[in-house]
């Protein structure tokens, strides 16, 4: 299980929690707590909030934010502001940029200022919208702007298992549905269903491979991915009957009715009146059963043509 220390470590993964803010007017644009989101009035119902995982080292967030982190002591809150240079960057001014309102007719978008549009593998803001044209920004959200970091470390994972998970977490979102067994030689990873239709697992499965061979200290990861059909239903058990109830009366067998006559029987009956004989060799012959391909030939006899 996780264990605390006084301090953290580089190379060591942890769960933390943080508000971000932008220096020059306090306006809180990241979190990971919901109370913070609903006070800040971006709220998202979908998102999940909670401490996030981070392997100090991997390079997912600012350096000079890791740099804070490492150091810190657990359960302690800790600030720290960090210039525009050390975080996103200055804004470049030709990463604006001017498209015909036509271009995202095609993508069926209604650009407005503020919204998020993407074009091939870059995504920008749109900042302004007027006579038939879209100026678009795909600079980073947070270049040229000074950053306030509020957070706290939680925990420092130790158990291998759980690192493992933690990783998972860092590079899909979720370790749900994932197994792990953990060896000196090397780690196997059974995957999940989601796996195989996550459009993003190609790409996010080579930085999991790179950061369990950190946490675990192995050179080989091994993933499993299981195909299976889908169970077959059970069958639904018998009804059992219902006891029978004191002073129930026990309904009555209706016997069956004898079948009427047909008119071919009755038609030969009238014909052979003075022979009991013909009427009864008339009746008991059969009539000819029809071939195989007769029925094969006749649609009524045909069973309902699969779609």
Excluded: C
């Amino acid at each position: 299980m996780a264990a605390k220390k006084g301090s953290v470590s580089k190379g060591d993964l942890v769960y933390i929690d943080y508000d971000a803010f932008f220096a020059d007017n306090d306006r809180l644009f990241d979190t990971t707590r919901a109370e913070s989101a609903k006070k800040a009035g971006f709220f998202d119902e979908k998102f999940e909030y909670g401490p996030i995982p981070v392997l100090l080292g991997a390079g997912k967030l600012f350096g000079a934010f890791e740099a804070a982190i490492e150091g810190a002591e657990v359960g302690k809150e800790t600030e720290i502001k960090i210039a525009s240079a050390d975080a996103a960057g200055a804004r470049d001014p030709k990463l604006v940029e001017t498209y015909q309102m036509k271009e995202f007719h095609k993508q069926e978008i209604n650009p407005y200022p503020g919204v998020e549009v993407q074009f091939g593998n870059r995504r920008g803001t749109v900042m302004y919208v007027g006579a038939g044209r879209v100026k678009v920004d795909f600079n980073n959200p947070l270049a040229g702007k000074d950053l306030v970091y509020k957070f706290t470390v939680k925990e420092v994972v130790s158990d291998k298992v759980e690192k493992a998970k933690a990783v998972v977490k860092m590079s899909v979102g979720t370790s749900e549905g994932f197994e792990f067994k953990i060896t000196d030689e090397k780690v196997v990873v059974t995957l999940p269903d989601l796996t195989k239709f996550d459009q993003n697992w190609p790409v996010a499965r080579f930085m999991v491979v790179s950061n369990l061979r950190k946490v675990a200290g192995v050179d080989t990861v091994e993933f499993v991915e299981v195909w299976s059909l889908a169970d077959k239903a059970e069958k639904k058990p018998k009804a059992e009957k219902k006891p029978k109830a004191e002073g129930e009366e026990k309904p009555k067998e209706s016997k069956p009715k004898a079948a009427k006559k047909t008119d071919e029987e009755n038609a030969v009956k009238k014909e052979s009146k003075g022979s009991t004989a013909a009427v009864k060799k008339e009746t008991a012959k059969p009539k000819a059963e029809p071939s195989k391909l007769e029925k094969a030939g006749n649609p009524a006899n045909q069973g309902p043509k699969k779609k």
